[in-house]
């Protein structure tokens, strides 16, 4: 069943979010929209901060930045409600606080670590899944 809340989620990944082809814009965009309110039932969270290993200048010259519409290199990392990080990725540019880049990330962030725990439950199981990227 589809609800609001996903159907709001899959058009916004439709529109922001890259794709592979096959399965194609709709199919990674239900992907994202599904992994983004599982994460939420879930309770994780997404952290944020500025990309060190990208720039060298301090965190407020980039708050700065940011605020002036300039690009930034952010580093994301979800973590479950124990504080455990379950994915992390760096380099991550954005122009603004509420980039929809960063919405797109945290739903990657959620799908890639959904998949780890897939394998890791079938792993237990006694069942080969194979992860793919």
């Given at each position: 069943m589809i609800t609001t809340e996903?159907?709001?989620?899959?058009?916004?990944?439709?529109?922001h979010a890259g794709y592979a082809t096959p399965p194609g814009r709709a199919m990674c965009a239900l992907e994202l929209a599904r992994a983004e309110l599982a994460m939420r039932e879930l309770d994780w969270e997404i952290r944020w901060d500025y990309d060190h290993d990208w720039v060298t200048t301090s965190s407020l010259e980039q708050q700065a930045r940011l605020e002036a519409g300039?690009?930034?290199y952010l580093v994301a990392w979800l973590e479950d409600a124990a504080g455990t990080t379950l994915a992390a990725c760096g380099g991550i540019e954005v122009e603004s606080d509420d980039d929809p880049y960063m919405r797109v990330m945290y739903a990657e962030l959620a799908s890639e670590a959904l998949r780890e725990l897939k394998a890791e439950q079938a792993e237990e199981a006694g069942i080969h899944v194979e992860v793919r990227p």
């Open positions: 996903l159907r709001r989620a899959w058009n916004f990944h439709r529109e300039e690009t930034v």
